[in-house]
């Protein structure tokens, strides 16, 4: 394909297939691994893919051979690859988009992708190499880049790209689970390496016994772009008060430095800088138990700001024991559930019983739709809500609603309408912000319902519809309608 084709935007919208060059070397599970390594020394390669039925099975490496040398002493005869290759190979089908590919080496930190075809055949594969000679301004080399910037000033010169990248990925038509899921990597490899050169450079670091949290959207791994920041602190019970500082010293600079690449403060200082969102386990937990136990509108509040906590840094056992805390907490007090499918329902999507969309009456913005508040917010909290009745905390809202469909709690039909609203819903949000950037005006999620065009503003209509379905859901679920009568 000639090289004037593969421009920024064009190149993304590139079929695998058209990049996919000839298939990798292979050799059938009952290969002898001496045999594995002289392939590899003749192609001089550093894998081989296993195939049956020209099925990939898995792929051997340098690196799963120099582990059998030494765990068996160099006694390799007789020893087949079946035995030490890694299962499961990450791959992409011929017809998906370039971008798929870079977004899964990004996803996985790989190098190489296999391309099947549409029986599951291998065809091919896709490198980094491949891509990174072709189109330098993607997913993969951005975070490259990220990974080897040496400024806070040179990760807000990149940070600044990253939307390009976004914009690109959209109009290719990329899947909105794995462009928000992309968005998220993406911000989470910017706070490691901020955190990486606060140590380097500055000497500023979380001690061991901490671990710095995302919370809200970041910490359930699906942001849009760059939304506020909303982090917490979490540390062992009796550090010093020298150590107190440190963390306290660490928050601030991480604050600071996350705004100085373009991430907002949260207007509500949920933030780790604030010492009202850094605590010990056991004040965690002490304050967990009261937000859960005691349902004011407030400690709903911050319960359903809190619910979604990741660790970025630090020492992840914290995390699980408060995540196992939560859970015991929740099921200890059942009335809980109640309360929070109350304060959710409060808010139902603006559409009317024969399909008109409701907006704002007046301010700022009248005539518009508040995204987030008209479907997407109801969609992300209930579907933590009843994941977390079910036992299950953490994940995204699409990992949550799938999880509900296979306990039955959504029937496939409702899941299939509740899944199709939140994803048009959050592009649609998307879509918003990058025009809103593009204006030269802050990301955006409110929409004005006659600006779009007619095809459109019909899916938002279904799409509202969809998020109404599943508030009945709720109402039924917890007899909400019964306690209100």
Same mark, same amino acid.
Request: some cysteine.
């Given at each position: 394909?000639?090289?004037?084709?593969?421009?920024?935007e064009?190149?993304?919208?590139?079929? =695998?297939d058209?990049?996919?060059?000839?298939?990798?070397?292979?050799?059938?599970?009952?290969?002898?691994?001496?045999?594995?390594?002289?392939?590899?020394? !003749?192609?001089?390669?550093?894998?081989?893919?296993?195939?049956?039925?020209?099925?990939?099975l898995?792929?051997?490496?340098?690196?799963?051979?120099?582990?059998?040398?030494?765990?068996?002493?160099?006694?390799?005869?007789?020893?087949?690859?079946r035995?030490?290759?890694?299962p499961?190979?990450?791959?992409?089908?011929?017809? %998906?988009? =370039?971008?798929?590919?870079?977004?899964?080496?990004?996803? /996985?930190?790989?190098?190489?992708?296999?391309?099947?075809? %549409?029986?599951?055949?291998l065809?091919?594969?896709?490198?980094?190499?491949?891509?990174?000679?072709?189109?330098?301004?993607?997913?993969?080399?951005?975070?490259?880049?990220?990974?080897?910037a040496?400024?806070?000033?040179?990760?807000?010169?990149?940070?600044?790209?990253?939307?390009?990248?976004?914009?690109?990925?959209?109009?290719?038509?990329?899947?909105?689970?794995?462009?928000?899921?992309?968005?998220?990597?993406?911000? %989470?490899a910017?706070?490691?390496?901020?955190?990486?050169?606060? $140590?380097?450079?500055?000497?500023?670091?979380?001690?061991?016994?901490?671990?710095?949290?995302?919370?809200?959207?970041?910490?359930?791994?699906?942001?849009?772009?760059?939304?506020?920041?909303?982090?917490?602190?979490?540390?062992?019970?009796?550090?010093?008060?020298?150590?107190?500082?440190?963390?306290?010293?660490?928050?601030?600079?991480?604050?600071e430095?996350?705004?100085?690449?373009?991430?907002?403060?949260?207007?509500?200082?949920?933030?780790?800088?604030?010492?009202?969102?850094?605590?010990?386990?056991? $004040?965690? #937990?002490?304050?967990?138990?009261?937000?859960?136990?005691?349902?004011?509108?407030?400690?709903?509040?911050?319960?359903?700001?809190?619910?979604?906590?990741?660790?970025i840094?630090? %020492?992840?056992?914290?995390?699980?024991?408060?995540?196992?805390?939560?859970?015991?907490?929740?099921?200890?007090?059942?009335?809980?559930?109640?309360?929070?499918?109350? /304060?959710?329902?409060?808010?139902?999507? *603006?559409?009317?019983?024969?399909?008109?969309?409701?907006?704002?009456?007046?301010?700022e913005h009248?005539?518009?739709?508040?995204?987030?508040?008209?479907?997407?917010?109801?969609?992300?909290?209930?579907?933590?809500?009843?994941?977390?009745?079910?036992?299950?905390?953490?994940?995204?809202?699409?990992?949550?609603?799938e999880? !509900?469909?296979?306990?039955?709690?959504? *029937? *496939?039909?409702?899941?299939?309408?509740? $899944?199709?609203?939140?994803?048009y819903?959050?592009?649609?949000?998307?879509?918003?912000?990058?025009?809103?950037?593009?204006?030269?005006?802050? *990301?955006?999620?409110? !929409?004005?319902?006659?600006?779009?065009?007619?095809?459109?503003?019909?899916?938002?209509?279904?799409?509202?519809?969809?998020?109404?379905?599943?508030?009945?859901?709720?109402?039924?679920?917890? #007899?909400?309608d019964?306690?209100?009568?």
């Amino acid at each position: 394909m000639p090289q004037s084709l593969f421009n920024e935007e064009s190149f993304l919208f590139l079929q =695998v297939d058209s990049l996919c060059h000839g298939a990798p070397v292979t050799c059938p599970p009952e290969t002898e691994v001496v045999e594995a390594a002289r392939l590899m020394q !003749l192609h001089d390669i550093s894998g081989v893919v296993v195939v049956e039925a020209d099925c990939p099975l898995g792929v051997v490496t340098v690196s799963d051979l120099r582990n059998l040398i030494v765990d068996s002493g160099g006694n390799v005869g007789g020893r087949q690859v079946r035995e030490i290759m890694s299962p499961g190979l990450i791959s992409v089908r011929s017809r %998906d988009l =370039v971008v798929e590919a870079i977004f899964r080496m990004a996803k /996985h930190n790989i190098h190489r992708v296999t391309v099947l075809d %549409d029986d599951g055949r291998l065809r091919g594969a896709i490198t980094d190499a491949d891509l990174l000679r072709l189109q330098t301004r993607t997913p993969l080399y951005l975070n490259q880049e990220i990974e080897t910037a040496t400024s806070i000033e040179q990760l807000r010169r990149i940070s600044a790209r990253m939307v390009d990248m976004v914009r690109f990925a959209a109009r290719a038509g990329t899947e909105t689970k794995s462009l928000v899921e992309l968005i998220s990597h993406l911000n %989470d490899a910017f706070t490691l390496r901020i955190i990486a050169l606060m $140590e380097s450079q500055e000497g500023i670091r979380l001690p061991a016994g901490a671990a710095y949290l995302a919370l809200g959207s970041e910490g359930r791994g699906e942001q849009t772009l760059r939304t506020d920041q909303d982090s917490a602190i979490i540390h062992a019970d009796g550090l010093a008060p020298e150590q107190l500082e440190e963390i306290a010293r660490f928050s601030a600079r991480l604050v600071e430095a996350l705004e100085l690449i373009g991430v907002p403060r949260c207007p509500g200082d949920t933030m780790a800088s604030n010492p009202q969102w850094r605590h010990s386990l056991s $004040e965690w #937990k002490a304050l967990l138990g009261q937000w859960i136990n005691v349902p004011k509108p407030e400690h709903m509040v911050n319960f359903g700001m809190f619910q979604d906590f990741r660790t970025i840094h630090g %020492d992840p056992a914290l995390e699980a024991e408060l995540r196992a805390h939560l859970l015991a907490e929740t099921q200890r007090c059942s009335l809980f559930f109640l309360y929070v499918a109350r /304060h959710i329902v409060r808010f139902p999507p *603006p559409v009317g019983m024969f399909g008109h969309i409701r907006t704002e009456r007046r301010g700022e913005h009248r005539g518009e739709v508040d995204l987030k508040k008209a479907g997407i917010f109801a969609v992300t909290e209930g579907a933590s809500l009843l994941a977390l009745e079910n036992g299950a905390t953490g994940g995204s809202t699409w990992e949550k609603l799938e999880l !509900l469909g296979e306990r039955g709690i959504l *029937p *496939p039909r409702d899941l299939a309408i509740v $899944e199709q609203a939140y994803s048009y819903l959050v592009r649609l949000r998307l879509q918003r912000q990058l025009r809103s950037i593009e204006a030269g005006k802050p *990301p955006s999620n409110y !929409l004005n319902p006659l600006a779009i065009p007619d095809v459109e503003r019909d899916q938002l209509r279904q799409a509202l519809k969809g998020v109404a379905t599943f508030l009945r859901i709720l109402r039924v679920r917890f #007899k909400l309608d019964s306690i209100s009568r």
